[in-house]
T-cell receptor
Framework: AQTVTQSQPEMSVQEAETVTLSCTYD???????LFWYKQPPSRQMILVIR??????QNATENRFSVNFQKAAKSFSLKISDSQLGDTAMYFC???????????FGAGTRLTVKP | DADVTQTPRNRITKTGKRIMLECSQT?????MYWYRQDPGLGLRLIYY???????NKGEISDGYSVSRQAQAKFSLSLESAIPNQTALYFC?????????????FGPGTRLLVL
């Protein structure tokens, strides 16, 4: 079974600074997908960024980027120029190729301070 | 995402009662999912459905049942609710035909079993 570990239960960052959230996963698969989801206080789950394991290039979405290290099974999320609206729980998730059983980490609570 | 709706948004029920949570989507996606979220555990998959005639158990299906009444509707039932089913429940959809397997979540239903 795949497991996803987020080792940082809580983090904080000053507005406009950069923060990196860690995620590691365990799998024997070679083809899979990785995701970061954001859950603000409204509790809505919002997709932040996704990465296909077969792609070597790290995914980026505006201020959000990932550092995907396949050999190390690491998938960290970097948030640049942090904004107050980035305050939320962030979940890392893993999904095998063509298997919709997505596994989530326990989450990291990020607080952006003014 | 307003394209995925869940009713009710909040529900309090008593042990032993039958309860149904409903999910509707206007995204036209074939695949639908039910997850539960518990503090410190992230999201865990309960059931998923690839189309109207296809139902699959997820990681934690015991104590739950589902019904896929139409492509756009996927209901989750607790036949006899128990207190440890108190959680936040999410419905999600995805569409492999887009070539990008990504799940889109509803707003969640907070369930309290007394």
């Amino acid at each position: 079974a795949q497991t996803v570990t987020q080792s940082q239960p809580e983090m904080s960052v000053q507005e406009a600074e950069t923060v990196t959230l860690s995620c590691t996963y365990d799998t024997s698969e070679s083809n899979y997908y990785l995701f970061w989801y954001k859950q603000p206080p409204s509790r809505q789950m919002i997709l932040v960024i996704r990465q296909e394991a077969y792609k070597q290039q790290n995914a980026t979405e505006n201020r959000f980027s990932v550092n995907f290290q396949k050999a190390a099974k690491s998938f960290s999320l970097k948030i640049s120029d942090s904004q107050l609206g980035d305050t939320a729980m962030y979940f890392c998730a893993f999904m095998k190729n063509n298997n919709n059983d997505m596994r989530f980490g326990a989450g990291t609570r990020l607080t952006v301070k003014p | 995402d307003a394209d995925v709706t869940q009713t009710p948004r909040n529900r309090i029920t008593k042990t032993g009662k039958r309860i149904m949570l409903e999910c509707s989507q206007t995204k036209g996606h074939d695949r639908m999912y039910w997850y539960r979220q518990d503090p410190g555990l992230g999201l865990r998959l309960i059931y998923y459905s690839f189309d109207v005639k296809d139902i699959n158990k997820g990681e934690i299906s015991d104590g739950y049942s589902v019904s896929r009444q139409a492509q756009a509707k996927f209901s989750l039932s607790l036949e006899s609710a128990i207190p440890n089913q108190t959680a936040l429940y999410f419905c999600a959809t995805s569409d492999l035909a887009q070539g990008r397997e990504t799940q889109y979540f509803g707003p969640g239903t907070r369930l309290l079993v007394l």
